[in-house]
Structures are given as structure tokens and as C-alpha cells.
């Protein structure tokens, strides 16, 4: 089993920045892939940038050039550097993770970004 914490969400004006974080516990040292996906209310839950434990990347065509996704394996926590952040930005980013045999959704962490 793996256990996923998110944090560093909060309110923030259009233009500014916030870093998420997400670290994992449990069974990790298998965990291949580490994502951040993002939902708003009454829409589906969307993938917004991707890594695998080799450091392959993968962004969204909406965040790329704003947004960083970077892992520490040692740490098992991934991140998300958001800047230039837009109010089409606010949702609820989960962090997920995925390994042979499962996979995880942390709780949740509210960004709102304000105009």
C-alpha cells in the first residue's frame, strides 16, 4: 500500500506562483510513474503533468512552459512548480502514483488563483 499527502495549495493572484508537493509512504521504492491531475467542480479529472522514477516528463499542452513536475526518489515526493498561474488554474490538484499492482490518489489540495 502506498499513502499519498499533498500540500502547498492556497490563494493566489493571477501571475504569482505556488509550489505543490506530494509525498508518498508506504510501499514506494516500486512507484514508476508520479502525477498531478486537476479537477474542477463537475468536470472530469484531468491530467496536468507526468514523471517516471527514470525522469521522463509530461505536461499538459495548457501548463506547458509555466509548470515544472520534479521528483527526489529518495525522498519519494514529487513536486509542481506553478508560475504565470492564470485563473483557469483553479481546481483541486490531486497527486497520483503508480506502481505494478497499484494505484494511488492523494487527498487533494485546493489552488484558487484569483484575477
Known amino acids: 500500500q502506498v499513502q499519498l499527502v499533498e500540500s502547498g495549495g492556497g490563494l493566489v493572484q493571477a501571475g504569482g506562483s505556488l509550489r505543490l508537493s506530494c509525498t508518498a509512504s508506504g510501499s514506494t521504492i516500486t512507484i514508476n510513474v508520479m502525477s498531478w491531475y486537476r479537477q474542477d467542480p463537475g468536470k472530469q479529472r484531468d491530467l496536468v503533468a507526468r514523471?517516471?522514477?527514470?525522469?521522463?516528463?509530461y505536461y499538459a499542452d495548457s501548463i506547458k512552459g509555466r509548470f515544472t513536475i520534479s521528483r527526489d526518489n529518495a525522498r519519494s515526493t514529487v513536486y509542481l512548480q506553478m508560475n504565470s498561474l492564470k485563473p483557469e488554474d483553479t481546481a483541486v490538484y490531486y497527486c497520483?502514483?503508480?506502481?505494478?499492482?497499484?494505484?494511488?490518489w492523494g487527498q487533494g489540495t485546493q489552488v484558487t488563483v484569483s484575477s
Open positions: 497520483y502514483a503508480e506502481k505494478i499492482g497499484g494505484r494511488y
Open positions: 514523471i517516471t522514477r527514470a525522469g521522463s516528463t
